[in-house]
């Protein structure tokens, strides 16, 4: 090969290699990009809330208003959702529940007409008030935000009606947060359930907010009892079915029996944590400490 001929190969590879960087810078751009807000219709008058900043949420067209389920977490999110709402129906958001007290989930929350009303689980509004992870104070204790904390909250279940429909609010018990509720449209039997399930990468259990992972076992097995819903929408996953459920359930069990097992075993948390896949250690963690707090 003489000096052109290395200097045209070398030409060529560093073509076909910048080439393949920014197809992947490119990839990359597009999943950081934020889509904008889309509902998805799942039978007449509900649908899911997808895309935008924040959490999937839910959106039920009643009689006489519109209830929404959660409410993205920034403004442009909350326009958006408004306008998607406005393209299919005039009636005005009536209702607003929050499934749990997360940012992804309330922070849009402020960004709704003040007349919005909002509900919520009890302890769901206590938690709006409590400081952050990293202790940061509430957003939520300034004034001006009153108007977009829960001013309705329920205990054990709640009905809306709008004329013959009813839309079911229920609190099965602590598990994610202390205050997570279902939100159940039992003639399409479907249910919104906030972040009480994930797919695809382990569960979340705020340690923090006194969130417990083995009540959350209880409250999703409390849930299947009560309700007969055949379709679940959650905050971050696919519409699923109740075996679904009942596999999440049951891969937490596992876990929980699997740490417990090397708790007795007399391995650290460390040690423990390594036996499992590296996203898995908040988890991990969270079941290890209430073992052991247990056992105290
Ligand atoms: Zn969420």
């Known amino acids: 090969m003489n000096k052109n ?33 889309r509902l998805s219709q799942i039978s007449d008058g509900l649908y899911e809330i997808l895309d935008g900043r924040g959490a999937n949420g839910g959106l039920y067209v009643g009689n006489d208003g519109v209830l929404v389920i959660d409410a993205k977490m920034d403004k442009e999110s909350v326009d958006q959702t408004i306008k998607e709402i406005a393209g299919i129906t005039e009636k005005p958001v009536k209702y607003l529940v929050n499934t749990h007290s997360d940012g992804d989930h309330v922070n849009g929350n402020q960004y709704f007409p003040e007349e919005v009303i909002i509900i919520a689980h009890e302890n769901c509004r206590e938690e709006f008030f409590h400081p952050g992870r990293d202790g940061s104070p509430s957003i939520w204790g300034d004034p001006a935000m009153a108007p977009f904390v829960p001013e309705i909250t329920f205990r054990d279940h709640m009905d809306i009606f709008y004329g ?8 099965f018990g602590v598990g994610h947060t202390t205050g997570d509720i279902v939100v159940y449209f039992p003639v399409e039997k479907t249910a919104f359930i906030g972040d009480q399930f994930f797919q695809g990468r382990p569960q979340l259990i705020h340690s923090y907010k006194g969130g417990n992972s083995f009540e959350h076992v209880k409250t999703l097995t409390k849930m299947l009892e009560t309700i007969d819903a055949e379709k679940f929408c959650s905050g971050h996953s696919e519409i699923v079915d109740r075996q ?28 423990i944590t390594d036996e499992f896949d590296e996203n898995e250690a908040r988890l991990v963690e969270s079941i290890y400490n209430e073992i052991k707090e247990g056992l105290l």
Do not use: C
Request: glycine residues 2%; hydrophobic residues 40%; without cysteine.
């Open 244 to 271: 679904a459920i009942k596999d999440h359930i049951g891969q937490m069990q596992a876990r929980q029996e699997k740490i417990r097992f090397l708790i007795d075993e007399k391995r650290t948390l460390e040690e």
């Open 164 to 171: 013959s429909e009813k839309v079911e609010l229920w609190y």
């Open 5 to 37: 001929q290395t200097m045209k190969k070398n030409l060529k590879t560093i073509l076909i290699i910048s080439g393949i960087l920014l197809s992947v810078s490119f990839s990359y751009a597009q999943q950081q990009e934020i889509r904008p807000v």
